[in-house]
C-alpha cells in the first residue's frame, strides 16, 4: 500500500513542469539592430578591438546567441546622425554615437561625451560609474523612453589641424572649423564659423577648403581620414576634450524586454569595450603622431599658454551660460564640477608629480 503510495506520488511529480519557467526563460532570444554614427570601416568607432562591432560579439558569445544584435554603420540603414530618432521611434534597438550630437535636442546630453577643462578617461569613468554620472544619465533619457552605456573612450585628443599656424587668439577669428559638443559654443565665441560633420566629411572639406581647420580624434585616427594632407599645424593640449564617451543608445523598451541576466551581459559588454578601446588607442596614437611627423612633414605643437588660457575663459563662460538656461543642464553641470574639483584634487597629488619626474 505504501510502495503504491510512493509510485504514485512519485509520477505526478516526474510530470510535473518544475523547471518550465527556467526552461522558457533560457530558450528566449533576442534579435536586435545597432545603428551608428560612423561609416563602415571605421577604427575604434566601428571595427577592432573595443568597438561596437566588437561589443555586439562580445554579446552574442557571452549570451550563448540568446542576444544577436546586427550592427549598421552609418549610411547602411540610416544617416549618419539619425540614430537617437531611430531608437527613439523603435525602428532599432540601439545605436553607437557620443551624446555630444544630440546637444540640440538635449544640451545636458553633451556632459556624457566631454566637457572642456573637464575629466580624463579615468575621472570620467568614476564619475559615470561610481559618482552619480549614469544615475543622472538615466534620468536625463528617461522620459524620452531611453537609457544609456558607455561603450568606448579615446581618452585625451588633439586640439586639432589647422591650415595656417595659431599664435594668438585673434588668429580663431573668422577660422571655419569642424568642431562638434560645447568646444564649437567656446570657439564660435571666439569667431569661429563652427561646423558639425560627420568623420566621412572632414577631408574633402578640409582639402578643398570649405573649411579651414578640423578636429576629429588623435593620431591613428586622424592619420586614417588623410587630414594630414589637407592641413599641416597639428596642436595639442587637449583642452576641449580631456576624454571622449562612446554612448550605447538603447530604447527603454527593449532594454525593460531582456531578462536580468542579459541585462548584465550588455552592460558588462559595454565596461570591456569602454576599457578596451582606451587601451587600444593609447596602444596606437604613438606610433601614429612619430610617423606623422617624421614621415609626412606635419608640424605638431602646443597652443600657447595665452590662447590656452583665454579658451578656459570663455568656457567658464559658456558652461555657466548653457547650464543657467535650462535646468537639466545645470543639474548634470552641478554634479559634474563638484566631482571634477574632488578627483582633480586628488590627481594633483597622485599623478601630477608622476608626470613631473624625468623621462
Given at each position: 500500500m505504501h510502495r503504491r503510495k510512493f509510485i504514485a506520488a512519485g509520477t505526478t511529480l516526474a510530470a510535473a513542469p518544475l523547471a518550465a519557467p527556467s526552461i522558457a526563460?533560457?530558450?528566449?532570444?533576442?534579435?536586435?539592430?545597432?545603428?551608428?554614427?560612423?561609416?563602415?570601416g571605421s577604427p575604434f568607432y566601428v571595427e577592432g578591438p573595443g568597438s561596437p562591432t566588437d561589443f555586439c560579439k562580445k554579446v552574442a558569445a557571452m549570451s550563448d546567441g540568446r542576444l544577436t544584435i546586427q550592427h549598421f554603420a552609418a549610411g547602411e540603414l540610416i544617416p549618419a546622425l539619425e540614430g537617437f530618432d531611430a531608437v527613439r521611434s523603435g525602428a532599432v534597438e540601439m545605436n553607437a554615437a557620443n551624446a555630444y550630437f544630440w546637444a540640440g535636442k538635449l544640451p545636458?546630453?553633451?556632459?556624457?561625451?566631454?566637457?572642456?577643462?573637464?575629466?580624463?578617461?579615468?575621472?570620467m569613468n568614476a564619475w559615470l560609474y561610481h559618482a552619480g554620472g549614469m544615475e543622472l544619465w538615466d534620468e536625463l533619457y528617461a522620459p524620452l523612453g531611453m537609457k544609456a552605456l558607455p561603450m568606448g573612450n579615446t581618452g585625451v585628443q588633439m586640439t586639432g589641424w589647422f591650415r595656417k599656424p595659431i599664435e594668438t587668439v585673434a588668429d580663431f577669428d573668422g577660422l571655419k572649423m569642424r568642431i562638434p559638443g560645447l568646444a564649437g559654443k567656446v570657439y564660435a565665441q571666439l569667431g569661429v564659423d563652427v561646423k558639425l560633420l560627420p568623420g566621412g566629411e572632414i577631408?574633402?572639406?578640409l582639402e578643398r577648403g570649405v573649411i579651414d581647420a578640423a578636429e576629429f580624434v588623435g593620431p591613428y585616427q586622424d592619420r586614417r581620414l588623410g587630414l594630414q594632407n589637407a592641413a599641416k599645424?597639428?596642436?595639442?593640449?587637449?583642452w576641449h576634450e580631456p576624454s571622449n564617451t562612446t554612448e550605447l543608445l538603447i530604447g527603454k523598451a527593449a532594454w525593460d524586454s531582456l531578462p536580468d541576466d542579459l541585462k548584465a551581459i550588455v552592460e558588462t559588454a559595454a565596461m570591456a569595450?569602454?576599457?578596451e578601446s582606451h587601451a587600444w588607442s593609447e596602444a596606437n596614437n604613438a606610433a601614429a603622431l612619430k610617423d606623422l611627423v617624421e614621415n609626412e612633414g606635419v608640424i605638431a605643437d602646443v597652443l600657447p599658454e595665452d590662447v590656452v588660457a583665454e579658451l578656459k575663459s570663455v568656457t567658464d563662460k559658456v558652461l555657466e551660460e548653457g547650464a543657467a538656461a535650462d535646468p537639466?543642464?545645470?543639474?548634470?553641470?552641478d554634479a559634474f564640477m563638484?566631482?571634477?574639483?574632488?578627483?582633480?584634487?586628488w590627481?594633483?597629488?597622485?599623478?601630477?608629480?608622476?608626470?613631473?619626474?624625468p623621462s
Open positions: 526563460r533560457a530558450q528566449t532570444s533576442f534579435n536586435w539592430k545597432m545603428t551608428n554614427a560612423y561609416g563602415p545636458a546630453a553633451q556632459y556624457f561625451t566631454t566637457v572642456p577643462f573637464g575629466l580624463n578617461f579615468q575621472g577631408f574633402p572639406a599645424y597639428y596642436y595639442t593640449t587637449g569595450c569602454n576599457l537639466a543642464t545645470r543639474k548634470v553641470h563638484a566631482f571634477k574639483a574632488e578627483h582633480q584634487a590627481s594633483r597629488i597622485s599623478e601630477a608629480p608622476l608626470f613631473a619626474l
